[in-house]
Antibody
Framework: QVQLQESGPGLVKPSGTLSLTCAVS?????????WTWVRQPPGKGLEWIGE???????NYNPSLKSRVTISVDKSKNQFALKLSSVTAADTAVYYC???????????????WGQGTLVTVSS | QSALTQPASVSGSPGQSITISCTGT?????????VSWYQQHPGKAPKLMIY???KRPSGVSNRFSGSRSGNTASLTISGLQAEDEADYYC??????????FGTGTKVTVL
């Protein structure tokens, strides 16, 4: 059973870069899945950030694309998120998840990590 | 890419049925059978409840069902129980390898 665990600094300064890692256990990151980041500002809804395949192919939310980089480290069975030039608006709980596929289409997210709160503040 | 529109809140008494709508556009909900629904209890991670509009993952109660008509998807919870009180989010494929979530609905069991 695949499990995901986010880790990284809980506090980032404005204009800095947010860096998080998602460790995958119970399965290989090289399986036929995409690996995804989603965030949720306090008291607000979910926002899809982007995804990566083990080959390194990525897709990003157009609204964040200029600031987001998602990478994969197959040797450590983990993937990472970097978000640059952060502001207070990037304060959120960040979740990693696996995008599941069926019959050639991939569209749902399961399971999810427990999430990690990142606060942008000086 | 705008968030899908959901009612802010829906309530019902135990045993009743409620339906949560999720309205998008012809570029997302209306074009693909790729709508999923997530339940989120306070302080917890989202949990998959429905995928591909109406399919239910193993372990999810058959009281949860999904459907779609045009640009609007719906989640119905029948036989409402206290444990169903949570936030619910829809999500749709939006083309060009991107996804969009709904605004979220708080379900209250009266």
């Amino acid at each position: 059973q695949v499990q995901l665990q986010e880790s990284g600094p809980g506090l980032v300064k404005p204009s800095g870069t947010l860096s998080l890692t998602c460790a995958v256990s119970g399965g290989s990151i090289s399986s036929t899945n995409w690996w995804t980041w989603v965030r949720q500002p306090p008291g607000k809804g979910l926002e899809w950030i982007g995804e990566i395949y083990h080959s390194g192919n990525t897709n990003y939310n157009p609204s964040l694309k200029s600031r987001v980089t998602i990478s994969v480290d197959k040797s450590k069975n983990q993937f990472a998120l970097k978000l640059s030039s952060v502001t207070a608006a990037d304060t959120a709980v960040y979740y990693c998840s696996r995008k599941r596929c069926s019959g050639g289409s991939c569209s749902w997210f399961d399971p999810w990590g427990q999430g990690t709160l990142v606060t942008v503040s000086s | 890419q705008s968030a899908l529109t959901q009612p802010a809140s829906v309530s019902g008494s135990p045993g009743q049925s409620i339906t949560i709508s999720c309205t998008g556009t012809s570029s997302d909900v209306g074009s693909y059978n790729l709508v999923s629904w997530y339940q989120q209890h306070p302080g917890k991670a989202p949990k998959l409840m429905i995928y591909e509009v109406s399919k239910r993952p193993s372990g999810v109660s058959n009281r949860f069902s999904g459907s779609r008509s045009g640009n609007t998807a719906s989640l119905t919870i029948s036989g409402l129980q206290a444990e169903d009180e949570a936030d619910y989010y829809c999500c749709s494929y939006a083309g060009f390898s991107t996804y969009v979530f709904g605004t979220g609905t708080k379900v209250t069991v009266l």
